[in-house]
């Protein structure tokens, strides 16, 4: 009989209370099993911070503050890169790195794998030109999350006037505008949608191109204003919005 082929697909990503080494195969397998999968193509640390192991994905103490665990991010990478060598991933990246971390990690004497990608949040309001720079110049891709500026906090990127402007120009919706501009800044860009018609509008971004004085003027709406702040971790030793870069 013939052999069923490995079937993998997609990104996952380790969650902070799996960062002890000794969970991080743990919390592979635990996503591979629920995805039905038999590798990931890409596998990322989804933040520096590690936190204490257990039920709670976010671990609380009675001032409402994040529980830490005493794990190093280095530490966790290490245990990461055993999982290509295992080949239940394919590569492996990071999200939510500032860039004294990032550069941390690339500088690792034993490294063995260099992170794929850093996923950061990145829309108009918060275009994070230097550490985009700085990513770039390391030969690590940057994945650009929330690029619509998601929907809970609702901020009105979707119906900014300049947007607005520029999408009519072009006789596109302020997302493909949206999008657009990140994939000319050379971005993997990943919006998200459960509506399928929106799905297919999000998609229909490569049959124009916005002139260098639109990008300017998008580039010009920054404001530095991050949404995934993550407040009750701000004390963590591996908090990543300390520094302004
Ligand atoms: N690494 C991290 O820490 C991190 C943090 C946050 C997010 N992410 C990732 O980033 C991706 C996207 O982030 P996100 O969902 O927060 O933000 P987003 O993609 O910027 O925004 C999603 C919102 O935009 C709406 N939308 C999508 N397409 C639209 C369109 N064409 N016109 C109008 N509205 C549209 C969606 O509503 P409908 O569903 O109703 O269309 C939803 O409310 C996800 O894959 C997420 O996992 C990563």
């Known amino acids: 009989m013939a052999k069923i082929p490995a079937v993998g697909l997609g990104t996952w990503k380790l969650w902070c209370t799996y960062h002890e080494p000794s969970l991080v195969k743990v919390a592979c397998k635990k996503s ?21 192991p257990g ?43 500032n860039h004294e971390q990032l550069e941390s990690l690339l500088n690792k004497s034993d490294l063995k794998f260099k992170p794929i990608t850093n996923q950061i949040e990145c829309h108009p309001y918060l275009t994070q030109k230097n550490l985009i720079s700085f990513c770039k110049a390391r030969d690590v891709s940057v994945t650009a999350y929330r ?18 402007r520029i999408a ?25 949608s459960t509506n399928p018609k929106r799905i297919q509008e999000n998609i229909q971004v490569f049959d124009f191109e916005l002139t260098e004085n639109h990008m300017d003027e998008i580039m010009s709406l920054n404001r530095n204003l991050r949404l995934a702040t993550f407040p009750t971790t701000e004390s963590h030793k591996d908090y990543p919005f300390h520094i302004d870069f």
């Open 32 to 52: 591979l099993k629920a995805l039905k999968l038999d590798y990931l193509d890409l596998y990322l640390m989804h933040w520096p911070m590690g936190f204490q």
């Open 55 to 97: 039920e709670e994905d976010v671990p609380l103490d009675l001032s409402g503050i994040v529980i830490p665990s005493d794990t190093s991010f280095l530490k966790t990478w290490e245990a990461m890169e055993d999982l290509v060598i295992k080949g239940l991933v394919k590569d492996i990246g990071v999200s939510n790195f």
């Open 147 to 164: 690029p619509l500026g998601g929907s809970r906090e609702g901020t009105d990127l979707l119906n900014n006037p300049t947007i607005r």
């Open 168 to 192: 009519n120009h072009y006789n596109k919706s302020c997302a493909q505008i949206l999008i657009r501009f990140q994939i000319q800044r050379d971005l993997i860009v990943i919006p998200k």
